[in-house]
Nanobody, 121 residues
Framework: QVQLVESGGGLVQAGGSLRLSCAAS????????MGWYRQAPGKQRELVAL???????NYADSVKGRFTISRDNAKNTVYLQMNSLKPEDTAVYYC???????????????WGQGTQVTVSS
């Protein structure tokens, strides 16, 4: 059983900052990547940022230069530092982890429950 627990969402004014955290727990054998996705009302879920086990990162164009993803491998935790927030960043943010539970087993995607980020203008 794997659990992803997110924290750090909330309400902030435009131009402000928030830091999201997501801790993965359970019988994790290997973690390939962790990332953050978001879904605004009436829109599809989209990738915000991703970080691999080798610390390669990938960002959505809309957040480049404003958001920074990082991870603590020892704690199986991923962070998303969000600066210069805009009203269009308002969404539910979901943590994702691609991991496997044992040698020879496939990688699967696991999701957190989501945390609301609201940016007021």
């Amino acid at each position: 059983q794997v659990q992803l627990v997110e924290s750090g969402g909330g309400l902030v004014q435009a131009g402000g900052s928030l830091r999201l955290s997501c801790a993965a727990s359970g019988s994790i054998f290997s973690m390939r990547a962790m990332g953050w996705y978001r879904q605004a009302p009436g829109k599809q879920r989209e990738l915000v940022a991703l970080i691999t086990s080798g610390d390669n990162t990938n960002y959505a164009d809309s957040v480049k230069g404003r958001f920074t993803i990082s991870r603590d491998n020892a704690k199986n935790t991923v962070y998303l530092q969000m600066n210069s927030l805009k009203p269009e960043d308002t969404a539910v943010y979901y943590c994702n982890a691609r991991l496997k539970l044992g040698l020879g087993k496939p990688y699967y995607d696991y999701w957190g429950q989501g945390t609301q980020v609201t940016v007021s203008s």
